[in-house]
């Protein structure tokens, strides 16, 4: 699926998004999970803001 998603960004409008992947860490269990989103570009520094 991630190829699929990759190949469509790549055209048209798609080039104004980019799928960001976040690791963060879960305050329950100490441990990392990742938060994935394809996102505007103009929104990416917002995303990992959070």
């Known amino acids: 699926m991630a190829k699929k998603v990759v190949a469509t ?3 048209g409008k798609g080039n104004n998004f980019t799928k960001v992947i976040k690791m963060v860490k879960s305050p ?3 441990s990392y999970y990742f938060k994935e989103e394809i996102v ?4 990416i520094k917002d995303f ?3």
């Not at 505007?40 to 929104?43: A, F, K, S």
């Open 40 to 43: 505007h570009n103009d929104h």
């Open 48 to 50: 990992f803001k959070k």
């Open 9 to 11: 960004l790549k055209t």
């Open 28 to 30: 329950k269990t100490n």
